[in-house]
């Protein structure tokens, strides 16, 4: 085929050429010709004496590029692309004076869902007679249809015209063989077989694979295993098939396209061989009708085979070891249980679990739930109990209720609508869960919670806190990490909150029997939201008839939880605090509670302590006067530096280093908010290093770089460190101390490291 285009494309050359040679002698004849306004003779390459050009309507025409295409099949032309194997598609490229085009790239397209190529790319270069070569298949045994493919080629920098061939995909023929499978029948319960069956594509085994789609009866509910579709190998599909409790006849389907067949397997019936306890949920329930607290159980039993592979559809009796208070099981009483015959019979599931339910009486209790399966005449009878079933409840006790923050400094100062999460955790006397539904009241001295309360679910619910107005502001009495020092103290931005709940005062239970009898109590009065954080309540503070403060709000309690007796000391009762005087003496119903203190933390650094020496005075507040200073401190006894004609064995200078602290808070001299990072940027600290002519940079470090969830008047300490090696000089330039808040406010601080050794 090659032979005979180039022969032809060799013939139109020659013809070309001998038609240039004839426009050439005519045009160095000069004179006339065909319609042109102005004329100019052109002479061949090999002519003397003659050198003219011309323009005008008469002027000869410039061929292009082209590219031919053809589709083959065994050599020979086609327009079939079979659904098997593939054709090979040929692409001659000649350039604009009509000759073959070397080397030059050729991209070939087709639909996709129709054909591809190989190489995948659709890419080939033109060999010496200018004819690229790829390869065509069909895009997958399902496609069908006509399509055009085409080709392209770059010559002589111009894209060239493309060619196109039309073709045709026809259908593949399927043909499925009979399914056979490999193991006896039936099979044991939850054994194994496997099925095998042969795929033709037009009457021979696919090269490619074919997807086969399986499927049954029993593996839909679950009663066996096999897989949704598996791949031919060699044109054979194998499917993998697992017996999980069918214990009969199952029909297994297997198809490709739109052809189908079946086969049936079957599987013997598994036989019980033990019953065990699974759950109870929930393991505690509280006595009949305690409000939003369940009082019904469900107790979850499996039954399986020697092997541990579930039963279904077995029967199973139920029966309790106490029916204390009007305990019922699956809502039957104990006389209509006698009547049963001592069982309540319940059939195992697919999974081979059976459920029971069990509903307290009025009484506080424990139970059992005993499961039996009656013997056949294989097997012996299956006797087992469950775990130990409690029926008991009761309201939050004050040692068992708690109250957490998800961050206590939030950037709440500046910004309105900031929040963070308080969760409560409220449980009964021996640590069970209140009932659900059990109401937790919030309040504070400022800003605020975005619910007035909420209800527990599983002993915990959560409210959201908010920053806003009122922002506490100047208050009388100061909050401090260290009342001896003034500049550790706060008296703005700093909210206290308080979480309360009618429950139970706590008690020592010496007899165990979970009931109070005159036992230690710890007394509780009334709540209180403690704003200055002294553990104790405040009345207003007057001076010259003048209100310097207000006094501390309170809920005043009423009825039988009110009382005038003196309650225990101040922050005696983990944290549980109460307003002076309002105990009533006695153990009972009282408000359980715990409180909290938020900051509303500033955006920008206000103060900066300083906390090592050589920073300024110890505690000072070195901002006030920036930059920071920090001076002679690097610790360093100036290095000999060795004589050049006699070197040392070691090296005599020495490493130099120095530590700073500050101790960093907001306006309101409270910590930073959690999140803010502390770092050094920008270092220009330099000095001298041995055998080094350029100053080299100390090295900076910062220790404590990200500030922690924190309350701490007076706020956070940082350390940092630079530090030289081989010094001759001792470091001094200028860095900066960056503070970055959450939001992305940046305090920035410049710290003068003086040069005094």
């Given at each position: 085929m090659r032979?005979?285009?180039?022969?032809?494309?060799?013939?139109?050359?020659?013809?070309?050429?001998?038609?240039?040679?004839?426009?050439?002698?005519a045009g160095c004849g000069g004179g006339g010709g065909g319609g042109s306004t102005s004329t100019s003779t052109t002479c061949l390459p090999f002519s003397t004496g003659c050198s003219t050009s011309g323009s005008g309507t008469g002027g000869t025409t410039t061929a292009s590029a082209a590219v031919t295409l053809s589709i083959l099949s065994n050599g020979k032309a086609t327009t079939i692309l079979p659904s098997t194997g593939s054709v090979t598609v040929q692409a001659l490229v000649t350039d604009t004076?009509?000759?073959?085009?070397?080397?030059?790239?050729?991209?070939?397209?087709?639909?996709?869902?129709?054909?591809?190529?190989?190489?995948?790319?659709?890419?080939?270069?033109?060999?010496?007679?200018?004819?690229?070569?790829?390869?065509?298949?069909?895009?997958?045994?399902?496609?069908?249809?006509?399509?055009?493919?085409?080709?392209?080629?770059?010559?002589?920098?111009?894209?060239?015209?493309?060619?196109t061939a039309a073709f045709q995909v026809g259908a593949a023929t399927i043909e499925l063989g009979v399914p056979a499978i490999t193991s006896t029948l039936p099979i044991?319960?939850?054994?194994?077989?496997?099925?095998?069956?042969?795929?033709?594509?037009?009457?021979?085994?696919?090269?490619?694979p074919v997807t086969?789609?399986?499927?049954?009866?029993?593996?839909?509910?679950?009663?066996?295993?096999?897989?949704?579709?598996?791949?031919?190998?060699?044109?054979?599909?194998?499917?993998?098939?697992?017996?999980?409790?069918?214990?009969?006849?199952?029909t297994v389907t297997l198809s490709a396209f739109d052809k189908s067949t079946s086969t049936v397997i079957t599987s013997l019936t598994p036989a019980a061989a033990n019953i065990r306890f699974v759950s109870a949920t929930p393991s505690l329930i509280a006595i009949r009708g305690t409000a939003g607290l369940p009082d019904v159980a469900n107790v979850v039993f499996q039954v399986v085979d020697a092997s541990g592979n579930p039963v279904a559809s077995k029967t199973v009796g139920f029966s309790l070891t106490s029916w204390t208070g009007g305990i019922t099981l699956q809502e039957q009483t104990q006389a209509q249980v006698n009547a049963l015959g001592g069982f309540v019979n319940l059939q195992t599931a697919a999974d081979g679990t059976v459920t029971v339910s069990v509903k307290a009486g009025t009484n506080p209790a424990s139970v059992y739930v005993n499961a039996k399966i009656l013997a056949t005449a294989t097997t012996p009878e299956l006797v087992t109990q469950s775990n130990k079933l409690v029926i008991a409840g009761g309201p939050p006790t004050q040692d068992r209720f708690s109250l957490s923050v998800g961050t206590h400094n939030i950037e709440g100062w500046d910004y309105d609508g900031v929040t963070t999460g308080l969760n409560v955790y409220a449980f009964d006397r021996v640590g069970n869960p209140v009932p659900d539904g059990t109401t937790v009241n919030f309040i504070t001295e400022g800003a605020g919670t975005l619910s007035k309360y909420c209800s527990t679910t599983d002993a915990t619910c959560s409210v959201n806190f908010a920053s806003g107005e009122r922002r506490p502001l100047n208050e009388y009495t100061a909050v401090c990490s260290n009342y001896s020092d003034a500049t550790t103290c706060s008296t703005s931005g700093r909210v206290t909150v308080v979480a309360y709940a009618l429950g139970e005062e706590g008690f020592d239970d010496a007899g165990g029997d979970n009931i109070y009898t005159n036992e230690v109590f710890r007394d509780l009065g009334e709540v209180f939201i403690d704003s200055n954080e002294n553990g104790k309540w405040d009345d207003a503070v007057v001076s010259g008839g003048v209100q310097l403060s207000p006094p501390e709000q309170y809920i005043p309690l009423t009825g039988s939880l009110a009382g005038t007796s003196a309650c225990p000391t101040p922050g005696g009762y983990a944290n549980a605090k109460s307003k002076l005087n309002t105990c009533n003496g006695s153990w009972g119903q009282a408000q359980v509670r715990r409180d909290t203190v938020i900051v509303l933390s500033g955006s920008w650094v206000k103060h900066l302590y300083a906390m090592t020496s050589n920073l300024g005075a110890l505690g000072s507040d070195v901002i006030?006067?920036?930059?920071?200073?920090?001076?002679?401190?690097?610790?360093?006894?100036?290095?000999q530096v060795p004589p050049v004609a006699t070197p040392p064995a070691i090296d005599y200078a020495l490493s130099c280093m120095a530590s700073f602290a500050v101790r960093i808070?907001?306006?309101?001299?409270?910590?930073?908010?959690?999140?803010?990072?502390v770092s050094l940027a920008d270092n220009n600290v330099q000095y001298s290093q041995l055998g080094t002519p350029d100053l080299v940079t100390a090295v900076a470090t910062s220790n404590e770089s990200v500030i922690n969830d924190t309350i701490a008047a007076g706020g956070t300490i940082h350390t940092f460190t630079l530090k030289g090696s081989k010094c001759v000089s001792v470091p001094a330039g200028r860095i900066n101390l960056v503070v970055a808040t959450p939001k992305g406010n940046k305090t920035t601080i410049p710290i003068d490291v003086k040069n005094n050794l």
């Open positions: 032979n005979l285009l180039a022969s032809g494309l060799i013939s139109r050359i020659r013809f070309a050429f001998v038609v240039m040679v004839v426009a050439a002698i004076t009509g000759a073959v085009a070397k080397s030059k790239l050729v991209t070939f397209s087709a639909d996709s869902t129709l054909a591809k190529f190989v190489p995948s790319t659709g890419t080939a270069l033109t060999d010496s007679n200018g004819i690229a070569t790829v390869s065509m298949s069909a895009a997958s045994l399902s496609a069908a249809g006509a399509g055009i493919v085409t080709a392209t080629a770059t010559v002589d920098g111009t894209t060239a015209a493309s060619g044991s319960s939850y054994g194994t077989t496997t099925i095998t069956m042969k795929v033709k594509v037009n009457g021979v085994e696919p090269t490619e086969v789609y399986v499927s049954s009866s029993c593996a839909t509910q679950g009663k066996a295993t096999l897989p949704a579709s598996v791949q031919t190998v060699s044109g054979t599909a194998t499917v993998t098939y697992t017996d999980k409790g069918c214990g009969t006849s199952d006030n006067a920036l930059p920071v200073t920090l001076t002679d401190s690097f610790g360093m006894t100036r290095g808070s907001d306006i309101n001299n409270n910590p930073m908010p959690a999140g803010t990072t």
